[in-house]
């Protein structure tokens, strides 16, 4: 063999084994991209779930919240409406008591409840205090009256109570005060006047 062909022969040989070494680095550096994309695809994946998984649990976390909110403002506007119609319904009430403090019934309830509140008290001299119409209504002859029957001294206040109705009655000294105008009974009554009508508006369970 000429000394030509032999470095053709080492030569061929040399790229021979470069070019298989190339192509198994090639191959090599192919598969570990494969691999490293295989992996990041992956690493994306889970990424991409567990922020899924996150954006789902508050989602939730909203919507619970949105929901316990609603919740509470049907609440409110419901207890809001409750209270209006009652309110309604008392002021409906307080107005036809306006009207019947302006009937003859009228001054025929109201000496009944001079006469009732002064028993209650049970004193031998009595201030009343009523509104300013039933001031200038009542006669003394009246007091004088209720005075006799009641074994008592009923004095009429110069200072005119400020209510629709009825009236206030008091010791001399001050000590004991019996409040029964008709606006001091319609409030006490106003509870009891709130269940009823939520009762009626609402049922049972209001």
């Not at 309110?87 to 302006?102: P, Q, S």
Request: charged share 35%; proline share 0%.
């Amino acid at each position: 063999m000429e000394v030509k062909d032999g470095l053709l022969a080492i030569a061929s040989e040399v790229l021979g084994d470069v070019q298989k070494e190339a192509e198994a680095l090639i191959l090599a550096a192919g598969e570990e991209a494969k691999n490293a994309l295989r992996k990041a695809k992956e690493q994306a994946d889970q990424n991409y779930q567990s922020t899924l998984d996150k954006a789902k649990v508050k989602a939730e976390a909203e919507k619970r919240k949105i929901a316990s909110l609603t919740e509470v403002e049907i609440r409110n506007r419901l207890l809001q409406t409750k209270e209006d119609l009652v309110n309604a319904a008392f002021e409906k009430a307080l107005g036809k008591l306006r009207d019947f403090v302006e009937t003859e019934k009228y001054h025929d309830y109201l000496l009944k409840t001079i006469e009732e509140t002064a028993k209650r008290i049970g004193s031998k001299k009595l201030i009343l205090y009523v509104n300013s119409k039933d001031t200038a209504w009542l006669s003394q002859e009246n007091l004088n009256r209720l005075s006799r029957k009641l074994s008592l001294e009923l004095v009429l206040s110069d200072q005119a109570e400020d209510c629709v109705g009825g009236c206030k009655i008091q010791t001399a000294d001050g000590k004991v005060i019996y409040d029964s105008t008709i606006d001091s009974r319609l409030q006490e009554l106003k509870p009891i006047l709130r269940t009823e009508v939520a009762k009626a508006l609402f049922g049972k369970e209001a």
